[in-house]
């Protein structure tokens, strides 16, 4: 039985004037100077269609990463994998056993495009153990950052003398104890898009037909036009087993701050999360307003 909440309001009716258009390969974004509302640009089967309103109220904006080649780039370049940005003087990540993290993703917000919620500047960077075949995550303890690490640095030295530059230090693990999702380095670029909640979001509850294999029908037909799938930050997040949010703690709920799906590009890089999985880290607005990145909820799965 699909999980069940209580549905999102529909979202107030746009004013006539003063609005822009703006077309999206599924959506159709309305805007003005009141308030927003965004308009599904896709005809939905009849059985969605009694949906739409409710799909349309749950449309927000995220920030879609793509991978893009495999070149070199500088420290402070947003990435996949390679050496990270890091000032003289900081410390190297560790897990508490005190080994070395590696770094899974760098996020540089001066070259991605405006989102509210996200840091206009600063380098934003994931850290996983290298040699742990669970990627680094607790799945009982998803908010201790032992064997990962998220760490953001608010303000961007450009000056290469400032930063570290020899990463020697770091061991040379063998192939075979390389547990890493990916080897190697890929650049990435960042796109505004928007879309609808995820058909395996905690909070989704559009359907409640009373009929077990009607409902799993219906489910499975908004899965295949609104997978959430894909990197990207903010947004909604995809799995491939369950939302961790069922169980997570506290009052205020966690949000996808990132996630990284697996992939590749068309030079061989590839991302593997176990069997073709994925990975999402969550963290609770108000922490990501402070710009307090330690109690990130990570978690991954595969099918």
């Known amino acids: 039985m699909i999980h069940q909440n209580q549905l999102f309001k529909t979202w107030l009716k746009v004013f006539r004037d003063n609005k822009i258009y703006l077309e999206k390969p599924e959506i159709k974004l309305l805007r003005s100077r009141f308030n927003m509302n965004y308009k599904l640009d896709v005809k939905?089967?009849?059985?969605?269609?009694?949906?739409?309103?409710?799909?349309?109220?749950?449309?927000?904006?995220?920030?879609?990463?793509?991978?893009?080649?495999?070149?070199?780039?500088?420290?402070?370049?947003?990435?996949?994998?390679?050496?990270?940005?890091?000032?003289?003087?900081?410390?190297?990540?560790?897990?508490?056993?005190?080994?070395?993290?590696?770094?899974?993703?760098?996020?540089?917000?001066?070259?991605?495009?405006?989102?509210?919620?996200?840091?206009?500047?600063?380098?934003?960077?994931?850290?996983?153990?290298?040699?742990?075949?669970?990627?680094?995550?607790?799945?009982?303890?998803?908010?201790?950052?032992?064997?990962?690490?998220?760490?953001?640095?608010?303000?961007?030295?450009?000056?290469?003398?400032?930063?570290?530059?020899?990463f020697n230090f770091l061991p040379k693990l063998e192939l075979e104890d390389w547990q890493m999702p990916f080897q190697g380095c890929c650049q990435i670029k960042f796109d505004l898009q928007y879309s609808p909640i995820g058909a395996n979001d905690y909070k989704f509850n559009f359907f409640d037909l009373g009929d077990e294999d009607d409902e799993m029908n219906l489910w499975s037909e908004y899965w295949d036009e609104f997978d959430s799938d894909g990197h990207k930050l903010l947004g909604y997040p995809c799995f491939t087993q369950e939302d961790p949010r069922y169980d997570s703690p506290g009052d205020e709920p966690y949000i996808l701050l990132f996630q990284t799906d697996s992939d590749r590009n068309n030079n061989g890089f590839e991302i593997c999360w176990g069997d073709a999985g994925i990975a999402n880290f969550f963290i609770k607005r108000s922490h990501l307003e402070q710009l307090d990145f330690t109690q990130v909820l990570y978690n991954w799965d595969c099918s």
């Open 44 to 166: 939905l089967s009849k059985e969605l269609e009694p949906y739409r309103s409710a799909i349309e109220a749950t449309i927000k904006p995220y920030i879609k990463i793509e991978l893009t080649d495999n070149n070199s780039p500088t420290w402070w370049q947003s990435k996949f994998g390679g050496l990270p940005y890091m000032p003289k003087g900081f410390d190297y990540p560790k897990s508490n056993d005190d080994e070395y993290l590696y770094l899974l993703a760098q996020i540089n917000f001066a070259e991605v495009p405006n989102l509210e919620g996200l840091p206009p500047k600063g380098i934003l960077q994931f850290y996983l153990a290298a040699d742990d075949d669970l990627y680094g995550c607790d799945f009982d303890n998803p908010l201790v950052q032992d064997k990962f690490r998220v760490i953001y640095f608010p303000e961007v030295d450009l000056d290469p003398k400032n930063l570290l530059i020899d």
